[in-house]
């Protein structure tokens, strides 16, 4: 009897230590624990201040968050930051990796280029919201051109900087095969180096967002629906508060989706699968 309660006390202590072992081996688990802890956080100092009305608890804005997901249509209005920031953002990268590729194969477009990024990188894309306003009015035109200069420049550096960072010895490999021109830069260059486009697309990604919301906050709306923006800026002028964090909690909901799915699973079937991150 007591050798069949030390093998039951053994297999147990077998298991308490895999699912420890699980918990602090993965990513997802560890990242909801800090979750978990800032919430926490959050509460007790709300529930401390005692002003609802200038910092509202965890659970009121969660409160306030389902309330806006189920009767204020806050995902139409997510959708519609969305939809706008992923045209610019596809336009962006496409004039980046055009304009870098051509930098790769001329030493004048790679002078342009350096010089343009040291001017240009600097100026916070919100900066251009006066001009872009006076140009092309109130909509979606303007927001595409913030959006647009909010990227290009820190992926356009990223790519240009992996392009140069790339081994001789494979540039020595395409060019003996004979690649040159497009094939050139897809073949060699962009595998070579993919950990640095990637992190510039994080980049990118993360001014992109931070410059539409900011953008939507002066411009109103951002097509035939508020945006995300709006939403934040409707309910501050109302001085609903729990609405106000409701909707920066749906901004950081969506850039946690986006870094923690998307770009998790692009890193894991490219450069972490061919041992180029860890």
């Known amino acids: 009897m007591s050798d069949l309660s030390l ?12 699912l420890r072992d699980f918990a602090w081996n993965s990513a997802i688990v560890r990242k909801i624990l800090v979750l978990a802890l800032l919430a926490l956080v959050w509460e007790l100092s709300a529930r401390y201040s005692g002003k609802p009305i200038l910092f509202p608890t965890f659970t009121a804005t969660m409160a306030a968050l389902w309330e806006a997901l189920t009767a204020e249509n806050l995902l139409l ?14 336009i962006a990268i496409l004039l980046a990796f055009v304009i870098v590729s051509l930098a790769v194969v001329s030493r004048f477009v790679r002078e342009l280029l350096q010089t343009l990024i040291s001017m240009f990188n600097p100026l916070p894309a919100i900066a251009l919201l006066p001009l872009a306003m006076l140009w092309f009015g109130l909509g979606e035109k303007s927001l595409l051109v913030v959006l647009v200069h909010a990227v290009l420049w820190p992926f356009a550096l990223a790519t240009l900087t992996g392009f140069e960072s790339v081994p001789e010895t494979q540039r020595l490999v395409g060019r003996n095969y004979g690649l040159c021109g497009p094939s050139y830069v897809f073949r060699i260059l962009i595998p070579a180096a993919l950990p640095s486009i990637l992190y510039g697309m994080k980049i990118a990604w993360a001014f992109a967002w931070r410059t539409l919301i900011a953008a939507e906050l002066v411009f109103g709306v951002s097509s035939s629906s508020g945006g995300l923006g709006w939403f934040i800026f409707r309910n501050r002028n109302e001085l609903f508060t729990d609405k106000v964090f409701a909707g920066l909690a749906m901004v950081i909901i969506i850039g946690l989706l986006v870094e923690g799915i998307i770009f998790r699973i692009v890193e894991n079937i490219t450069v972490r699968r061919w041992g180029m991150q860890r």
Request: net charge positive.
């Open 77 to 90: 209005a997510s959708w519609a930051s969305l939809s706008v920031l992923l045209k610019g953002y596809v």
């Open 7 to 18: 093998t039951g006390s053994a297999e147990k202590s077998q298991v308490w230590a895999r």
